[in-house]
Nanobody, 120 residues
Framework: QLQLVESGGDLVQPGESLRLSCAAF????????LGWFRQAPGKEREEVAC????????TYADTVKGRFTMSRDNVKKMVYLQMNSLKPEDTAVYHC?????????????WGRGTQVTVSS
């Protein structure tokens, strides 16, 4: 059982930056595909970034491309989401997830999420 715990969510102003962290307990190196998702009230869940366990490549949703950067530290068992130039539409609960399948497919493990609010 893989446990994921997110942190770093906050209230920020438009244009500011924020880094989310995800602690992945019992994490086994490159076995898992890792993803960051977000869900805003009344909207569908969106996969914003993903690191594939197949080729190690990182993909981003068009809505965050060029502003968000996902990274992983296998030694520290941490996953990060650096978010720059934040916009009000980035407001959502952000979850990290892991699973043995490739990006865009079903994930088996989910964190409880951390709230990001972008507002002036």
């Amino acid at each position: 059982q893989l446990q994921l715990v997110e942190s770093g969510g906050d209230l920020v102003q438009p244009g500011e930056s924020l880094r989310l962290s995800c602690a992945a307990f019992d994490f086994t190196s490159d076995y898992y595909t890792l993803g960051w998702f977000r869900q805003a009230p009344g909207k569908e869940r969106e996969e914003v970034a993903c690191i594939s366990n197949h080729d190690g490549g990182t993909t981003y949703a068009d809505t965050v491309k060029g502003r968000f950067t996902m990274s992983r530290d296998n030694v520290k068992k941490m996953v990060y989401l650096q978010m720059n130039s934040l916009k009000p539409e980035d407001t959502a609960v952000y979850h990290c997830a892991a699973g043995p399948r490739d990006c865009g497919l079903e994930y088996d493990y989910w964190g409880r999420g951390t709230q990001v609010t972008v507002s002036s």
